[in-house]
T-cell receptor, first 112, second 113 residues
């Protein structure tokens, strides 16, 4: 699975959009981009995933560049409850193997 | 989504002893995964548990230290053997759905004293 690079930390004002970047320059054609988050003392939570098209669900939007070498997770209206560590993971999918290789992620702090 | 229950949620254990962590899923799944999260660190995959076969361990993890059972398609256990303070971590189990997204239990917070 391809390696990802994320900034270690970011701040966002409550109510504003949070844009979390991820670089995955070595991504292969059959690899998907997955995003998870881990709120303190809880298990990681699936957010969204995509292959090459932009994706949106009730939690977030995922924007993947045309060359697929980077992506951005967008939380449109961040709340204090969105404070968490966000992990960008690239893996062959959507197989149901479920094996994930976690990097260090981005700690997002949403401030009032 | 999948509902995953882990027991115990936390424990404090004496060094040299063993702890068995249970993971129960609300539906049948082919593979279950065990992760470790050391204090202040990200998650590291320990092993993949398939029903009816030996677990597959990642580099740096061995069966003698982390024996795993997978007696059926909804249940698995991870044992942390001969514990030392370095084993103090959160241990999480995980399953995946056909769409590829993984779901995690709430974890077992282990402290070894």
């Amino acid at each position: 699975d391809a390696k990802t690079t994320q900034p270690p930390s970011m701040d966002c004002a409550e109510g504003r959009a949070a844009n979390l970047p991820c670089n995955h320059s070595t991504i292969s054609g059959n690899e998907y981009v997955y995003w998870y988050r881990q709120i303190h003392s809880q298990g990681p939570q699936y957010i969204i995933h995509g292959l090459k098209n932009n994706e949106t669900n009730e939690m977030a939007s995922l924007i993947i560049t045309e060359d697929r070498k980077s992506s951005t997770l967008i939380l449109p209206h961040a709340t204090l409850r969105d404070t968490a560590v966000y992990y960008c993971i690239v893996r062959v999918g959507s197989s149901n193997t479920g094996k994930l290789i976690f990097g260090q992620g981005t700690t997002l702090q949403v401030k009032p | 989504s999948a509902v995953i229950s882990q027991k115990p949620s936390r424990d404090i254990c004496q060094r040299g002893t063993s702890l068995t962590i249970q993971c129960q899923v609300d539906s049948q799944v082919t593979m279950m995964f065990w992760y470790r999260q050391q204090p202040g660190q990200s998650l590291t995959l320990i092993a993949t548990a398939n029903q009816g076969s030996e677990a597959t361990y990642e580099s740096g993890f061995v069966i003698d230290k982390f024996p795993i059972s997978r007696p059926n398609l909804t249940f698995s256990t991870l044992t942390v053997s001969n514990m030392s303070p370095e084993d103090s971590s959160i241990y999480l189990c995980s399953v995946a759905r056909h769409g590829g997204e993984a779901f995690f239990g709430q974890g077992t917070r282990l402290t070894v004293v």
